[in-house]
């Protein structure tokens, strides 16, 4: 019987074997958008058991458990650490053709050499094996990020934050660059009032500048851009619904301001306006610094209003959403690349139906500057599984550059994550070997290897200058 994730795992044809466990396998990885705690990685945690490592604020299994009819005090409720992940463990067997069963059992493979499939009847062996080895020094989080091969690192960081654990991180002197990104996502959302009116103010105590107006507002911002590039940053990240681009005057967006911070409400054309204004100083500050820019596209969040209340943001209530994204993306990328001052900038959609949408618009605004500076980002959340990354790699192949692309990231906030990348390798090896045998691509071993390795790391490695 065929042994289940062996090493030709994914790999459908003798080249595309030869393409992965020859030319992709060894890659180092560039990691260069997750939401890794930092504070775990400056204090080399030591997990007590699988549980904390594996659940704890992972909403893709959340939303798995869910969907199995299991209660939500299993979930994030109080059940005892082992009662959530006997849970889990009954749920794996039914996610079967979803990603999680291949991304359990490729993370029991290649952190723990497990390859028992997780089941109720081998949870507690399982449980007992992997928790054990967690609290040994080997099991570490800077060792889990050795083990995997990961150069270089970026969390995901808020304008407000201090970044101690990035510099503790720095000051001890870990070889793995663990680099902070910019995602000012709440200092423009003013959807809540109340909110945004706490977030000044906490912005006006890590910045020491005082409040009142919109310039003074914007120079408290653009200070912990400096802090964040003093930092080591030179990436930004924005989730969004959709790209804000509507015309606005500096006048408008000072009034709408002093309405906020007077609590008053403010219309939806004034709420697209003040959003509209902060997205172009953020990638004006981008521009200047030679930063990468990215924007996540598409997600429609917080559908369940009575489970948001309860629980929170992101804890598994999000969608796929079906915002109209061409004609204010162009805007706002055409903006900024009329004078001359559009960054380097990755483009992810959530919708598939936007693929090519996003995929052609790149190719609108790739100058000649640097290779792939606008790209067409990695299949992203509900995306980033097989069927979704083929449909990704296919969709830039036929209206870019693949050659140029700049390869996966984890986006996980999970540091057992990493085989992720192993697993988009071997889909982008069987998508080419396939090829290569088919006689459409040419029978060139090195060349197409080539073009691998850069996917997979140098590409990366060169765009960002890491």
């Known amino acids: 019987m065929k042994k289940f994730i062996d090493e030709n795992f994914l790999l459908q044809n003798v080249t595309a074997q030869e393409l992965y466990h020859q030319f992709a396998k060894e890659m180092p990885i560039i990691d260069y958008h997750n939401h890794l705690s930092p504070e775990q990685i400056a204090r080399d945690v030591?997990?007590?058991?699988?549980?904390?490592?594996?659940?704890?604020?992972?909403?893709?299994?959340?939303r798995a458990m869910r969907t199995n009819g299991v209660d939500e005090k299993y979930i994030t409720g109080n059940a005892t650490d082992y009662e959530k992940f006997e849970q889990w463990a009954?749920?794996?067997?039914?996610?079967?053709?979803?990603?999680?069963?291949?991304?359990?059992?490729?993370?029991?493979?290649?952190?723990?050499?497990?390859?028992?499939?997780?089941?109720?009847?081998?949870?507690?062996?399982?449980?007992?094996?992997?928790?054990?080895?967690?609290?040994?020094?080997?099991?570490?989080?800077?060792?889990?990020?050795?083990k995997m091969n990961v150069k270089v690192l970026c969390t995901t960081d808020d304008p407000t934050d201090s970044l101690e654990h990035h510099r503790r991180i720095k000051e001890d002197g870990f070889e793995i660059k663990v680099l902070?990104?910019?995602?000012?996502?709440?200092?423009?959302?003013?959807?809540?009032?109340?909110?945004?009116?706490?977030?000044?103010?906490?912005?006006q105590e890590v910045s020491g500048i005082l409040i009142a107006t919109w310039s003074e507002y914007l120079q408290a911002l653009k200070t912990r851009h400096d802090f964040f590039a003093e930092m080591g940053s030179t990436v930004s990240d924005h989730g969004l619904e959709q790209l804000y681009a509507v015309d606005y005057t500096d006048a408008e967006v000072k009034n709408i301001f002093r309405k906020l911070t007077a609590g008053e409400s403010i219309s939806q054309p004034e709420n697209i306006k003040f959003k509209s204004a902060m997205l172009v100083q953020f990638a004006l500050w981008d521009h200047e610094k030679n930063w990468v820019q990215q924007y996540h596209l598409g997600a429609l969040r917080n559908n369940n209003s009575r489970m948001m209340q309860t629980l929170g943001p992101d804890t598994g209530w999000d969608s796929i959403g079906d915002f109209s994204q061409a004609k204010q993306l162009s805007k706002f990328l055409n903006r900024l690349d009329h004078t001359n001052q559009l960054a380097k900038t990755i483009l992810y959609n959530l919708n598939?139906?936007?693929?090519?949408?996003?995929?052609?618009?790149?190719?609108?605004?790739?100058?000649?500057?640097?290779?792939?500076?606008?790209?067409?980002?990695?299949?992203?959340?509900?995306?980033?599984?097989?069927?979704?990354?083929?449909?990704?790699?296919?969709?830039?192949?036929?209206?870019?550059?693949?050659?140029?692309?700049?390869?996966?990231?984890?986006?996980?906030?999970?540091?057992?994550?990493?085989?992720?990348h192993?697993?988009?390798?071997?889909?982008?090896?069987?998508?080419?070997?396939?090829?290569?045998?088919?006689?459409?691509?040419?029978?060139?071993?090195?060349?197409?290897?080539?073009?691998?390795q850069d996917i997979c790391f140098n590409n990366a490695k060169e765009y960002f200058g890491w």
């Open 352 to 420: 598939p139906a936007d693929n090519e949408l996003l995929a052609t618009m790149t190719g609108n605004f790739n100058d000649g500057t640097v290779a792939g500076k606008i790209q067409f980002g990695a299949s992203w959340w509900f995306l980033d599984q097989k069927d979704g990354i083929t449909k990704q790699l296919n969709t830039l192949s036929s209206m870019g550059l693949l050659s140029k692309f700049i390869g996966m990231l984890t986006d996980s906030r999970s540091v057992l994550s990493f085989p992720r």
């Open 90 to 146: 009954a749920t794996v067997p039914y996610t079967l053709r979803n990603p999680l069963y291949h991304w359990t059992h490729l993370e029991l493979q290649r952190y723990f050499n497990i390859d028992t499939l997780l089941s109720p009847a081998t949870a507690k062996v399982i449980y007992d094996e992997c928790s054990a080895k967690l609290k040994t020094p080997a099991f570490s989080v800077k060792n889990l990020l050795r």
């Open 180 to 203: 902070p990104a910019f995602r000012p996502d709440k200092a423009m959302n003013v959807d809540d009032v109340a909110g945004f009116n706490n977030y000044v103010n906490k912005l």
């Open 46 to 62: 030591n997990f007590e058991n699988l549980t904390q490592l594996w659940l704890y604020g992972d909403h893709y299994k959340w």
């Open 422 to 452: 192993e697993y988009f390798r071997r889909v982008l090896c069987n998508i080419l070997g396939e090829e290569m045998e088919n006689g459409e691509l040419p029978d060139d071993i090195n060349l197409v290897g080539s073009i691998i």
